[in-house]
């Protein structure tokens, strides 16, 4: 299990906190919460490649090492998208991350698409 530092960003801001439960959920390889919220026609951009479809993504993140510990800085979210930064450890080595979401409407509870940096 990945320790987890969240952000202050959140703290009124019920769509900060899906967007950062996202990334949470991406970095920390958690695939039963994606499960939830992908779009069935959803695309994931991230450094090596794109994923056109849910079951992808989900096929995607489950083959990634999990984080020993995740560290949220920033959270963002306006309309129908948000943006998340922080970094990930995994032993002796750290890896900023950027995660840039958008929802398919402003009820911020389905996605349509995921760009991603420094995966």
């Known amino acids: 299990m990945s320790q987890v530092s969240r952000s202050a960003d959140c703290g009124n801001s019920p769509k900060n ?32 490649g794109t994923v056109t479809t849910s079951a992808a993504i989900l096929v995607q993140v489950g083959e990634l090492d999990k984080p020993t ?11 129908k998208t948000g943006a998340v930064n922080g970094y990930t450890r995994k032993g002796k080595s750290e890896q900023r ?19 991603s940096y420094g995966e």
């Not at 996202?22 to 958690?30: G, M, P, S, V, Y």
């Not at 510990?69 to 309309?79: P, Q």
Request: glycine share 4%.
């Open 17 to 48: 906190k899906m967007v950062e439960d996202i990334a949470i959920a991406l970095e920390t390889r958690d695939t039963d919460f994606l499960r939830s919220i992908l779009d069935p026609e959803v695309m994931w951009n991230y450094v090596g």
């Open 69 to 79: 510990s995740l560290t949220v800085d920033h959270v963002i979210s306006h309309g």
């Open 97 to 115: 991350f950027c995660h840039v979401i958008e929802f398919t409407s402003v009820k911020c509870n389905r996605i349509r698409r995921i760009e």
